[in-house]
């Protein structure tokens, strides 16, 4: 099959094609012929780079984490609602199903959590091999396309807003709003009835995303960020705030846009790892940090019944597999809003 590996860790050059034997699956395993595959600012861009700590592989490795496709194949004496032909997604996670936070449901703090693309071979390639436990059936309303952009970041927009209590009506404010995981909190927020305040930077971006329909878009390197976000909600401030980002002075802006009994969802910390707060005004406001590694299967299975009602991810812009360096360095350089994807023929 064709593929796309790296040899070593690097810049967009080290994606090389490659000719690499069609995998077989074994009990429980799904051979998958890849359709679409979306393009991960950390897990394949980051991965790509070397600067994913719990990466466990050996070169030549294929990147490539969230994808659609059909079956090809399923492994002697798989038990599985699908069969050869059926168009699927794939979940990336692969939890141990044994520890202790796996036992109680709470499969995305595995503590031995393994990633597609990530700690096995991924789907920058014709074929992809994945536990059949991972496969959720294509919605006839929905390309591939769509689902490769919404499998990972969908059901965690979902599990963020869920342990938030966010509420219709409620005011979210995501910060990196145009990022591929703050495009689809805006996009999942909006669709349970919220009111969206969208932060970034760049004011093409703001554009965009008023364009997407946030309520409010404001630039958080403004000083007067927190006050523009409480005039924006009546000085109630914000009852939800999603930051998947590290930097310092945009969490200490963030909390202080946070009103009383807020609560701030966090599943990322690029650009920094250490934020500090105002311990007093924390507690006088009964505010709370929630931290969320991934999704689980709950929040995928709540986030999935929601299509057939109109929930979609936000594409950026589609490239096929064999212009996979440009949609590295598109992702790199900050330049896409929503998730990129690649089409494999």
Sequence with gaps: MQAIVIHEHGGPEVLQAAELPVPEPAPGEALIRVKAVSVNGFLDVSNRMGHVAFARYAF???LGSEHAGTVAALGPDSESEFSEGDDVVVSN??????CGNCSTGREEACLQLGVIGVTTPGAYAEYSLVPVDNLRRLPPEMSHIEASAMI????????????????????VLVQAAASASGSMALRAAQHRGCRVIAGSRQAWKRERLAELGADVVVDPTRADFPAAVNDATDGHGADVAIINIGDPDLWDKTIDSVGSRGRIVTSGAKFGERATFNARTFYERNQTIIGVRTANRESTERCWAQITSGLRPVVDE???LEKVADAHRRVEAGMNVGRVVLTVD
């Design 318 to 320: 589609v490239f096929p």
């Design 60 to 62: 030549p490795h294929v």
């Design 93 to 98: 996670r692969i939890a141990c199903g044994a």
């Design 152 to 171: 990972v970041n969908g059901p965690l927009a979902q599990h963020q807003l869920d342990l938030a209590d966010a509420k219709d009506g409620d005011w």
